[in-house]
T-cell receptor
Framework: DAGVIQSPRHEVTEMGQEVTLRCKPISGHDYLFWYRQTMMRGLELLIYFNNNVPIDDSGMPEDRFSAKMPNASFSTLKIQPSEPRDSAVYFC???????????FGSGTRLTVV | AQTVTQSQPEMSVQEAETVTLSCTYDTSESDYYLFWYKQPPSRQMILVIRQEAYKQQNATENRFSVNFQKAAKSFSLKISDSQLGDAAMYFCAYRRNNDMRFGAGTRLTVKP
């Protein structure tokens, strides 16, 4: 298995632009998580899905952020409009649930200038 | 709310020596899971070891072992025979159901 695949690896965009981050979870995993990592706040859970359904989006910072999971093999995290304070590394992770840990992707480093 | 505290922002160890990273957490639950993740400069989050709270036996994975003290809500990571490749950020994590919370991390430096 190729693991959790995220794209792009790096993204630089101008303030006000729309940004879309992509994630392909491990086949068979029924949970998908989006995390954000910053120096100030560490790793924060933004939203998670179970069987493609959003379960908890209480970590989404504001309405500019949205996430979708149209099928079991694909999810997106969209920021519109982007702001400099959105600059961070965004991780996608997936799991079976149960006692196992999450498998993380390599992350997308987002820079908003 | 559950919180995870790593009180050592940075640690250093000599190659081949042993180092222990500390982690405490706050919870009122009795059933949960604990994890240590490693994040090298490549930024990939790698699962190092996990512990189920209902298990009294401490988990071990090769050179990595934990000291789980449930009553004290403590979950430390011991790395034996440290290697240069162990240099990374280490994150302690608490998970109950599908809510996984991470500590702020400890940066481990390994000196040759």
């Amino acid at each position: 298995d190729a693991g959790v695949i995220q794209s792009p690896r790096h993204e630089v965009t101008e303030m006000g632009q729309e940004v879309t981050l992509r994630c392909k979870p491990i086949s068979g995993h029924d949970y998908l998580f989006w995390y954000r990592q910053t120096m100030m706040r560490g790793l924060e859970l933004l939203i998670y899905f179970n069987n493609n359904v959003p379960i908890d989006d209480s970590g989404m910072p504001e309405d500019r952020f949205s996430a979708k999971m149209p099928n079991a093999s694909f999810s997106t995290l969209k920021i519109q409009p982007s702001e400099p304070r959105d600059s961070a590394v965004y991780f996608c992770a997936s799991s079976y649930g149960g006692p196992m840990g999450y498998t993380f992707g390599s992350g997308t480093r987002l820079t908003v200038v | 709310a559950q919180t995870v505290t790593q009180s050592q922002p940075e640690m250093s160890v000599q190659e081949a020596e042993t180092v222990t990273l500390s982690c405490t957490y706050d919870t009122s639950e009795s059933d949960y899971y604990l994890f240590w993740y490693k994040q090298p400069p490549s930024r990939q989050m790698i699962l190092v070891i996990r512990q189920e709270a209902y298990k009294q036996q401490n988990a071990t994975e090769n050179r990595f072992s934990v000291n789980f003290q449930k009553a004290a809500k403590s979950f430390s990571l011991k790395i034996s025979d440290s290697q240069l490749g162990d240099a990374a950020m280490y994150f302690c994590a608490y998970r109950r159901n599908n809510d996984m919370r991470f500590g702020a991390g400890t940066r481990l430096t390994v000196k040759p």
